[in-house]
């Protein structure tokens, strides 16, 4: 059940952080929103396939 609740807050945790990082370095509304959706889609993006390539290693090694 605990693993359930990590991935219901994965989504608004990595937006704050990466909207934060994001407005640090940048002034422009549009380009903080742009680059954080980006950001997220690609790290999103890399879990993803560490975890299915982490599932078929564990399966079939």
Same mark, same amino acid.
């Given at each position: 059940?605990? @693993? !359930?609740l990590?991935?219901?807050l994965?989504? /608004? %945790? $990595?937006?704050? !952080?990466? @909207?934060?990082?994001? &407005? =640090?370095?940048?002034?422009? /509304?549009k380009?903080?929103? +742009? +680059? $954080?959706?980006?950001?997220f889609? &690609?790290? $999103?993006a890399?879990?993803? %396939?560490? =975890?299915?390539v %982490?599932? #078929?290693?564990?399966?079939? #090694?």
């Amino acid at each position: 059940m605990n @693993s !359930i609740l990590d991935l219901l807050l994965y989504v /608004p %945790i $990595t937006l704050v !952080i990466l @909207s934060v990082l994001e &407005a =640090c370095k940048q002034d422009d /509304p549009k380009k903080i929103v +742009r +680059r $954080t959706a980006l950001n997220f889609g &690609a790290l $999103t993006a890399v879990l993803l %396939i560490g =975890c299915v390539v %982490i599932f #078929f290693v564990n399966k079939y #090694f």
